[in-house]
């Protein structure tokens, strides 16, 4: 067992599966297919920040968000399992897949409520969460999205130093592969509303240039 707040390697971490998540609903909101290729002309962003089922939330009633969904990612190991990336030994992230209409909502708009949504100074933990799985992430599908994420970072670590004297440990870089989570996991506050929900943010907005 690893030490659940320290990132295992590449050698070290669980090797996984071929067998992809079997997902047998559709999007509990919206209908969408969540095994789906996004639409021609949209775009898609990995945003972890904390426990997925509240962040989750948070996304999928925004409008110009077409659809969301919950899985891993940053890690190594192959189709994990849930209970494999609580243990620490995936390097996995919990993270919600946003695809979304560039025409209704931008990224550095999803970025804003990501930023204002969560604590992002924490590293691998989320209030009373702790684990790697756990930490602030972002995973962009472009390179061009890369400069947006970075420039949003930068933008907010001026705010956040400016009234916490904290630094930012969120995880910014483009994305590798994404695994779907279990079926209960999916808009799991949607279906359970009385469930938990980890997320709070710091109380720092975010400087008002959009």
Sequence with gaps: MSNKTELVTKETALIG???????????????TDLTAEK???????LL?????????????QLEGVFSTSVGYSGGF???????????GETAH?????????PSQITLD?????????????QGMRQGNDIGTQYRSAIYTESTDDLAVALTSHNTYQTA??????KNITTE????????????????????????????GGTGVCFPPNL
């Excluded at 639409?39 to 962003?45: H, I, S």
């Excluded at 972890?48 to 999928?60: D, Q």
């Excluded at 190991?77 to 243990?87: D, F, R």
Aim: with cysteine; hydrophobic share 35%.
């Design 172 to 199: 910014i870089r483009e994305m590798g592969e994404y695994y779907l989570a279990e079926t209960y996991h999916q808009q799991y506050l949607a279906k359970n509303p009385q469930g938990y929900c980890g997320i």
């Design 17 to 31: 599966r071929d067998e992809k998540m079997v997902i047998t609903e559709r999007h509990f909101v919206n209908q």
């Design 77 to 87: 190991t192959k189709n994990p399992t849930y209970k494999e990336v609580c243990s």
């Design 93 to 101: 992230a919990e993270v919600v897949r946003i695809i979304f209409d």
């Design 109 to 121: 708009q999803l970025l804003v409520v990501f930023w204002e949504h969560h604590d992002p100074t």
């Design 39 to 45: 639409p021609q002309g949209y775009k898609e962003v």
């Design 160 to 165: 956040i130093g400016e009234r916490l004297s």
């Design 48 to 60: 972890g920040l904390g426990c997925f089922w509240g962040a989750e939330r948070i996304f999928w």
